[in-house]
């Protein structure tokens, strides 16, 4: 048992931390308990429940390394959105290890060390002195990672030499990485530390002394500006368990005007969908049909902006991660997990079957990973911004207080006593108002719409992978311009003087060197700022688009599947039929023979009257809902069309976007072209 723990914790640099602490643990409870066994066998059974919690770790390893199953929500987000965000990592691993490694044939690069690729693992589950986390929390980590240009900052305050800097760099990070982890930051640091302590710079070293790793010092790294490598939310200020309202003096959890004082002591009650159509007639059904406010629709329209709360909640291994919800227009931040967003979704899909309502980013089975993790964070935060943005969803009670309850939802929950009825109830009586507003060809744009919605969401679909490859390439070209520029500032130190005492000529070569290295890392900062707005903007912008398409296509997909039109005709043939019955029973008490008793129709007249009056009134009911489903399929094909507009204004701000970075390239270059005309180019003055 020792032995197989031993050869199993000997090879935990791809499990993830807790795991390995789980080997380690585990590999020495079994030594104690195997020594005091032979001293006082009392406790038979701890092996074999150490080897059964073994095997359970083993286990989830195992799922978390080969499970690429996900929980859909419908059929047609199982087809267009699981697929598309599952294609990232493949497209991230497309722009490491094939596209920019050196080619095999080429006799002037060395090969990798094979260890390499794993030093960031060395350090996992090891103790670090604090300096360590808090130099990786100051570069602003994104994803839980940062850029390279972030790392080289960081180097730059160690005092250490260009030289000493690209060797650590290259040590921690493989060259085809353009995003650091936490671990291989800490190994890069670690490599300060043992760099100013004039240790040896190498794997074997860091491995030996991973024990007792030295603090790196970084005066002044405070003062660094990171802002130009990321800009995320700030998060130091959120509390680790409960949701707060910011701004908010209140301290009655229950302020909101969600409480009802007729419903029990204890409960709040949440009233069912507001009239969500007040803003297209009025109570009266008499009164003249008003045009649609559509231009209201997107104004003043609030932001959701969402990052990862600080710490994780729950205990051990089933841990869940906990999301920071921050509205614009409202002024509160709340913390919610991704349970609370299933069950929000799950109650507007009953209180609006027919509206385009956004799908949520999947759910994995296993140890979700940080890639993961950031994928579902930005599918989120496009879903809450859906929301916030639709004309009638916005103004729902449940997403008002999922937006603004401070605390959290599952408690509220609890106190609270939501209604999921349909938004038709109680509008029936706009019905006859509402029916002269809905145009005569709405069935052929619907046809129309849902004949060119699957081909439109493929080339969505492409779009969004074209331009994710594009963004990882710009990503990647600014982490090699930076690895260029540490090489040459490298190669300055090492090149400043000259084997010929009186060569004036290299010295100056020298000093270009360092000018080239300056501009060369300003242009690694540009594409850096332009990967980054090209994942908040385009990338994004496009996915929500594309969102938007999907949302469609499945309101469509219920709208076919709804039975409101076979039922109502189903009715009629009842109602005729019944009539029929009824008309031959009134006959024969009035014209049948005169041995007959009259009486013996009297129940039967009354069943059959009253089944005719109880199903006319269904009628009644089921058309008028017909009614409010057309309408509100018009106006959510009003909507979709309607944001049309929002794709001229996304290619807008990507040209934009563009002519900026691609002037500050130019600039940026055109200042260096006169320093590098200026360097030595005549072979006379190397003497």
């Known amino acids: 048992m020792g032995i197989f723990l031993e050869q199993r914790a000997s090879s935990k640099h791809d499990r993830p931390p807790f795991l390995c602490q789980s080997l380690e643990y585990a590999k020495w409870s079994v030594t104690r308990s195997v020594n005091s066994s032979q001293a006082k066998p009392r406790i038979p059974f701890l092996a074999p429940c150490l080897f059964f919690l073994f095997s359970f770790f083993v286990l989830i390893e195992h799922i978390a390394k080969t499970t690429h199953s996900c929980i859909p929500h419908s059929p047609t987000t199982d087809t267009y959105m699981n697929a598309l965000e599952e294609n990232e990592d493949a497209m991230t691993a497309s722009f490491s290890a094939s596209t920019f490694e050196a080619e095999e044939t080429d006799p ?22 604090a300096i360590y986390t808090t130099a990786f929390d100051l570069a602003q980590p994104s994803g839980s990672k940062i850029s390279v240009s972030a790392m080289n900052k960081i180097l730059n305050v160690s005092g250490l030499s260009p030289s000493v800097l690209d060797k650590i760099l290259n040590i921690a990070v493989p060259p085809t990485r353009s995003r650091i982890t936490k671990a291989e930051c800490s190994a890069a640091l670690a490599l300060v530390a043992m760099a100013q302590k004039n240790m040896e710079l190498t794997i074997q070293n860091l491995i030996a002394h991973r024990q007792d790793l030295p603090s790196p010092y970084l005066p002044g790294l405070e003062r660094v500006d990171f802002s130009s490598s990321q800009a995320t939310y700030d998060t130091t200020s959120i509390p680790k368990r409960h949701p707060f309202n910011v701004g908010s003096n209140i301290s009655d959890p229950w302020r909101n005007s969600t409480l009802n004082k007729g419903n029990p002591p204890g409960h709040a009650h949440l009233a069912s969908p507001i009239d969500s159509l007040d803003a297209t007639s009025g109570g009266d059904a008499t ?64 209180r609006y079957p027919f509206r385009m309502l956004p799908q949520l980013p999947p759910k994995r089975l296993g ?21 916030v943005r639709h004309p009638v969803l916005k103004n729902d009670p449940l997403i008002v207080s999922f937006l603004t309850e401070p605390v959290e939802l599952a408690t509220w929950r609890k106190n609270t006593v939501i209604s999921a009825e349909d938004e038709f109830a109680g509008l029936l009586f706009m019905s006859v108002t509402l029916a002269k507003q809905i145009p005569a060809d709405l069935e052929l744009q619907l046809e129309l719409i849902k004949r060119r919605l699957p081909g439109s969401v493929e080339y969505y679909r492409g779009m969004v992978h074209v331009m994710d490859r594009i963004q990882k390439r710009t990503e990647a070209n600014a982490a090699d311009y930076t690895r260029f520029s540490l090489a040459l500032n490298a190669l300055a ?33 540009l594409l850096e700022e332009q990967g980054i707005a090209i994942q908040r903007g385009m990338v994004e912008d496009l996915k929500r688009h594309r969102d938007l398409l999907v949302s469609l296509m499945e309101l469509l997909q219920r709208r076919d599947r709804n039975n409101f039109f076979s039922l109502t005709e189903a009715l009629k043939k009842r109602i005729e039929s019944n009539e029929i019955k009824l008309k031959n029973a009134q006959v024969s008490v009035t014209s049948g023979p005169p041995d007959v008793d009259p009486g013996q129709f009297e129940g039967l007249i009354e069943k059959l009257t009253m089944s005719v009056a109880a199903d006319r009134d269904e009628l ?40 900026k970075t691609s002037q500050s390239l130019t600039d940026n270059w055109s200042s260096l072209s006169p320093l590098v005309h200026e360097l030595p180019m005549e072979t006379n003055g190397f003497k």
């Open 493 to 525: 130190d090492c090149e400043k003087k000259c084997h010929v005492e009186e060569c004036y000529s290299c010295e100056q070569l020298s000093q270009g060197y360092n000018e080239i290295g300056s501009h060369i890392s300003q242009t690694s900062l």
């Open 367 to 387: 140890v979700a990973d940080e890639t993961f993790l950031a994928r579902r964070l930005r599918g989120l935060t496009r879903f809450m911004n859906a929301l």
């Open 108 to 129: 002037w690069t060395p090969a990798l060390e094979p260890s390499s690729g794993a030093v960031g693992t060395i350090l996992v589950g090891i103790p670090l002195p």
């Open 287 to 350: 009164e003249e049909p008003r045009e649609l406010d559509a231009h209201l629709w997107f104004l003043n329209l609030d932001t959701i902006r969402m990052t990862f709360a600080p710490e994780k909640e729950g205990i051990f291994i089933f841990k869940h991660t906990n999301y920071v919800v921050e509205s614009k227009n409202r002024q509160c931040t709340v913390i919610r997990r991704y349970s609370d967003f299933c069950f929000l979704l799950d109650i507007l899909e009953k």
């Open 620 to 659: 009644k009911t089921q058309e008028q809902k017909a009614i409010l489903l057309q309408h509100t399929l018009w106006t959510e094909i009003m909507y979709y069309h309607k944001n049309q507009a929002q794709v001229a204004i996304m290619y807008q701000n990507f040209v934009r976007e563009q002519i």
